[in-house]
């Protein structure tokens, strides 16, 4: 299949929130990709679940295999944010020796990090599940 094909068969995916499926097709058109860790990954379709409503995004990895990723759009973001701060103390991580000082201090700054991830996702979530019970009123 080249570039900019359309298909006219529709893809079945199941919402990352576990709410429904959807029906979709993919047009051709790609997307900007604006995801530093998805860098290698093209944005096939940007579009809102027909139960839940949040936006999603259709990954496609251009290897040999298609691999392909459904992915929660703003959720994703919250990863996004820290990805160049995670990759960099990362690196410094692998420089240094378990026993020194800066080991243990690159360390704490990982988890902290990894902590506000995890507490920015909290909010997303949190978000999303008053504006569907909001919807519901």
Known sequence: MSQGEIVLLPRVRK?????GFNVFRVNGVTYENAFKSLADWTIKK???CRKCKIELGL????D???KEKLVWID???CE???YDQLKELQIDETKNTKQSKKYHKVQSEITNIR????LDQIKVKIKAKIK???MLI
């Open 64 to 66: 040999i295999e298609k």
């Open 80 to 82: 996004d944010y820290y």
């Open 46 to 48: 940007i579009f809102n």
């Open 15 to 19: 919402c990352p929130r576990r709410e």
């Open 115 to 118: 902590n506000k991830i995890a």
């Open 59 to 62: 990954f496609e990895h251009s």
């Open 75 to 77: 959720l994703f973001k």
């Open 132 to 134: 569907k019970k909001g």
